[in-house]
């Protein structure tokens, strides 16, 4: 930090008159130590921390937020930029260069460079409490979502499991030093284990340990934290003179304001609850028709929906994972997909260092066997790893610094125990190739300026290079090629792949309910006004579900409040609703694909060419517009989740 901000100060105080060399590509070229080593340190810290990595994170993060203030708060360093931006017109430069000035230009004034004095030194102090705030969250969610793991040594208590996932679990209590079993938590609602477990006092406890898992009092307690957070937001925003944090956050994203990314996500709450209340009527039916006489509940919902699934299409999990073993998965579908669209190879590297034993390392070359990018794979669940799945880089692609991406994807899977295979079920499958989206994205950025490289672009549309990826998971050009059986490698049969594509569409409404849930909670934390009165988060929560018309009994947010990692500690505050907005892009796009020819290598090549490479070299409306051909719009997304477009509100 010392050294960069002595190469801004050194940029701040030139007496050259200012250019675009001397100041914006200046600016490029400075804390480029500091860049390597805050990547690393994240991916590390985020990935696979430690008592040690926790304690650096506690100390560094207010001085990290202090340290961009430094930068973007300077008077002198704004001057220039903006005498910049005035006469950009006049300069000759090229359309990236432009941009470049623009971003730059935008982000000093957006991060509060016109603010008074007196103003910046309070938009510090707040910068600092919510950096603060928001490593807080994660080290306290961390350690709540470890405690909440569902623990016994009633070997009963876990009927419905495979004797694989019985033995994952005492390996699992074996690593934590306890008797019995142990089921870990994973960082959404709904756990994986509930599709399986047939002890309904069983799934009661692991839901509520999941529900409960940062509201059980004590220091892990998350909810003072999320308030305060919320609060400072909502005054940071009211300082850099907008109504609330989301109109400011969105100002640069494709939605542009609160009210566009609301009212697409309320038009599809209708037909999302909709259709969740009738899978709900069909569950209820099941649970009557065996006489079990309760009424449904949010624990019961993937147990008995998944009985409903088998009856509607006669197919279950248990029948499909065999076919998907994941390094088989990884090499044979990602890999292979990545290849047919673009002519990517793979190489793995066993020579290169990992931050954990589980972590592989591949070398990817392009078509002509040139080295592009290292891509590293950290896929099983640790403890001491944050929940869900992400990408992200350790170096970003530069053509003005010289350097190609090292990109790495993670997730939780659950790793087997010694000997077993490591089979997968679908969705898992899924997120695989989702992150290997991004990756790609990551991967392909071909720029002159670090600023606008790869995925550094807004959160409306990071996530649709991700989710067009996931088409290919279904694909059947790409499926068969690795839905095949891991001990006598014989293919899915025909008819259980074509089970599995009919049942695609099946509980649509309970899973876009609950993200909707999620999405709609966001936003309504981060359209408060500075003067609202700080709330107990469950109260909240509750009000704002019911406000939104989509406090459904038996399908809970995906992410409540307290343990919702995306909003209070990960960049998407205000931004979750970009999942559903990146989903109308990459159906539009997917669309595209099927009615130009599906997976060539022309397409893939003009895709790359058109969108995955430009990084934020370009207005991503118009960016889009000009590969697909037209304008985006909500049908095909409807279509993909088997949601009529009139109930909609289309």
Same mark, same amino acid.
């Given at each position: 930090?010392?050294?960069?901000?002595?190469?801004?100060?050194?940029?701040?105080?030139?007496?050259?008159?200012?250019?675009?060399?001397?100041?914006?590509?200046?600016?490029?070229?400075?804390?480029?130590?500091?860049?390597?080593?805050?990547?690393?340190?994240?991916?590390?810290?985020?990935?696979?921390?430690?008592?040690?990595?926790?304690?650096?994170?506690?100390?560094?993060?207010?001085?990290?937020? %202090? @340290?961009?203030?430094?930068?973007?708060?300077?008077?002198?360093?704004?001057?220039?930029?903006?005498?910049?931006?005035?006469?950009?017109?006049? $300069?000759?430069?090229?359309?990236?260069?432009?941009?470049?000035?623009?971003?730059?230009?935008?982000?000093?004034?957006?991060?509060?460079?016109?603010?008074?004095?007196?103003?910046?030194?309070?938009?510090?102090?707040?910068?600092?409490? !919510?950096?603060?705030?928001?490593?807080?969250?994660?080290?306290?969610?961390?350690?709540?979502?470890?405690?909440?793991?569902?623990?016994?040594?009633? =070997?009963?208590?876990?009927?419905?499991?495979?004797?694989?996932?019985?033995?994952?679990? %005492?390996?699992?209590?074996?690593?934590? =030093?306890?008797?019995?079993?142990?089921?870990?938590?994973?960082?959404?609602?709904?756990?994986?284990?509930?599709?399986?477990?047939?002890?309904?006092?069983?799934?009661?406890?692991?839901? =509520?340990?999941?529900?409960?898992?940062? !509201?059980?009092?004590?220091?892990?307690?998350?909810?003072?934290?999320?308030?305060? $957070?919320?609060?400072?937001?909502?005054?940071?925003?009211?300082?850099?003179?907008?109504?609330?944090?989301?109109?400011?956050?969105?100002?640069?994203?494709?939605?542009?304001?609160?009210?566009?990314?609301?009212?697409?996500?309320?038009?599809?709450?209708?037909?999302?609850?909709?259709?969740?209340?009738?899978?709900?009527?069909?569950?209820?039916?099941?649970?009557?028709?065996?006489?079990?006489?309760?009424?449904?509940?949010?624990?019961?919902?993937?147990?008995?929906?998944?009985?409903?699934?088998?009856?509607?299409?006669?197919?279950?999990?248990?029948?499909?994972?065999?076919?998907?073993?994941?390094?088989?998965?990884?090499?044979?579908?990602?890999?292979?997909?990545?290849?047919?669209?673009?002519?990517?190879?793979?190489?793995?590297?066993?020579?290169?260092?990992?931050?954990?034993?589980?972590?592989?390392?591949?070398?990817?070359?392009?078509?002509?066997?040139?080295?592009?990018?290292?891509?590293?794979?950290?896929?099983?669940?640790?403890?001491?790893?944050?929940?869900?799945?992400?990408?992200?880089?350790?170096?970003?692609?530069?053509?003005?610094?010289? =350097?190609?991406?090292?990109?790495?994807?993670?997730?939780?899977?659950?790793?087997?125990?010694?000997?077993?295979?490591?089979?997968?079920?679908?969705?898992?499958?899924?997120?695989?190739?989702?992150?290997?989206? @991004?990756?790609?994205?990551?991967?392909?950025?071909?720029?002159?300026?670090?600023? $606008?490289?790869?995925?550094?672009?807004?959160?409306?549309?990071?996530?649709?290079?991700?989710?067009?990826?996931?088409?290919?998971?279904?694909?059947?050009?790409?499926?068969?090629?690795?839905?095949?059986?891991?001990?006598?490698?014989?293919?899915?049969?025909?008819?259980?792949?074509?089970?599995?594509?009919?049942?695609?569409?099946?509980?649509?409404?309970?899973?876009?309910? !609950?993200?909707?849930?999620?999405?709609? $909670?966001?936003?309504?934390?981060?359209?408060?006004? %500075?003067?609202?009165?700080?709330?107990?988060?469950?109260?909240?929560?509750?009000?704002?579900?019911?406000?939104?018309?989509?406090?459904?009994?038996?399908?809970?947010?995906?992410?409540?409040?307290?343990?919702?990692? @995306?909003?209070?500690?990960?960049?998407?505050?205000?931004?979750?609703?970009?999942?559903?907005?990146? !989903?109308?892009?990459?159906?539009?796009?997917?669309?595209?694909?099927?009615?130009?020819?599906?997976?060539?290598?022309?397409?893939?090549?003009?895709?790359?060419?058109?969108?995955?490479?430009?990084?934020?070299?370009?207005?991503?409306?118009?960016?889009?517009?000009?590969?697909?051909?037209?304008?985006?719009?909500?049908?095909?997304?409807?279509?993909?989740?088997?949601?009529?477009?009139?109930?909609?509100?289309?």
């Amino acid at each position: 930090m010392v050294a960069q901000i002595q190469e801004v100060e050194a940029i701040a105080n030139n007496p050259a008159p200012p250019t675009f060399a001397n100041t914006l590509v200046a600016l490029e070229k400075s804390g480029q130590l500091y860049t390597r080593v805050a990547e690393v340190f994240d991916g590390v810290a985020q990935a696979n921390t430690n008592p040690t990595l926790d304690k650096v994170n506690e100390i560094e993060s207010p001085k990290r937020a %202090a @340290h961009q203030d430094t930068i973007f708060l300077n008077e002198k360093l704004f001057a220039r930029v903006a005498a910049i931006h005035k006469q950009m017109n006049s $300069l000759g430069l090229d359309a990236e260069s432009r941009r470049l000035v623009d971003v730059y230009y935008k982000l000093f004034v957006h991060l509060g460079a016109n603010l008074s004095a007196e103003n910046k030194d309070k938009l510090k102090k707040l910068n600092e409490e !919510e950096s603060t705030l928001e490593n807080s969250f994660r080290t306290k969610l961390l350690a709540a979502t470890k405690e909440a793991a569902y623990t016994t040594t009633d =070997k009963s208590a876990l009927q419905g499991l495979t004797d694989a996932e019985v033995a994952a679990a %005492a390996e699992s209590a074996k690593g934590r =030093k306890v008797d019995g079993y142990v089921l870990p938590m994973q960082n959404t609602t709904q756990q994986p284990v509930l599709v399986s477990l047939a002890n309904r006092a069983t799934r009661q406890a692991v839901f =509520k340990n999941a529900w409960n898992r940062a !509201e059980r009092g004590g220091i892990n307690d998350t909810r003072d934290t999320i308030a305060r $957070l919320a609060q400072l937001r909502a005054e940071k925003a009211k300082l850099l003179g907008y109504p609330n944090f989301a109109a400011w956050n969105l100002e640069d994203q494709m939605a542009k304001t609160p009210d566009a990314a609301i009212k697409f996500m309320d038009a599809l709450v209708p037909a999302s609850t909709a259709n969740a209340t009738a899978e709900g009527k069909d569950i209820q039916a099941v649970i009557d028709a065996q006489k079990g006489g309760f009424q449904l509940q949010p624990w019961d919902w993937e147990f008995y929906s998944e009985q409903v699934r088998k009856a509607k299409y006669d197919i279950d999990d248990a029948q499909m994972k065999p076919y998907f073993e994941i390094d088989n998965v990884l090499r044979n579908g990602v890999f292979y997909a990545a290849n047919r669209m673009y002519g990517l190879t793979f190489k793995e590297r066993k020579d290169i260092p990992v931050y954990a034993p589980d972590v592989r390392v591949f070398e990817v070359f392009e078509a002509s066997g040139k080295p592009l990018a290292l891509m590293y794979f950290d896929y099983y669940k640790r403890d001491n790893k944050g929940g869900g799945a992400w990408m992200s880089n350790f170096v970003d692609q530069s053509k003005l610094l010289g =350097k190609l991406p090292v990109i790495y994807n993670v997730a939780n899977l659950s790793k087997p125990a010694a000997g077993e295979p490591a089979l997968i079920s679908f969705t898992d499958v899924t997120t695989m190739f989702h992150e290997f989206g @991004h990756a790609l994205h990551g991967m392909f950025s071909n720029v002159q300026y670090p600023m $606008l490289s790869g995925t550094s672009v807004p959160r409306d549309f990071v996530e649709f290079p991700s989710q067009f990826n996931e088409h290919w998971a279904s694909n059947p050009a790409v499926f068969d090629h690795f839905a095949k059986h891991y001990k006598t490698g014989a293919a899915m049969p025909a008819e259980l792949a074509a089970k599995l594509r009919k049942a695609e569409k099946f509980n649509q409404g309970y899973i876009l309910t !609950e993200l909707l849930a999620a999405a709609e $909670l966001d936003m309504q934390w981060h359209t408060l006004p %500075a003067t609202a009165a700080v709330e107990n988060p469950d109260t909240f929560e509750n009000a704002a579900l019911e406000r939104k018309h989509i406090a459904l009994a038996t399908v809970p947010p995906r992410y409540r409040s307290s343990y919702f990692t @995306h909003i209070w500690s990960e960049g998407y505050a205000a931004g979750y609703y970009a999942y559903l907005w990146s !989903e109308m892009l990459d159906d539009n796009a997917y669309q595209w694909f099927e009615d130009h020819g599906g997976l060539t290598r022309a397409n893939g090549e003009r895709f790359r060419a058109m969108v995955l490479s430009k990084g934020y070299t370009q207005e991503l409306g118009k960016m889009y517009a000009a590969w697909l051909g037209t304008e985006p719009n909500v049908g095909p997304m409807l279509k993909e989740r088997g949601l009529a477009a009139e109930k909609a509100g289309k």
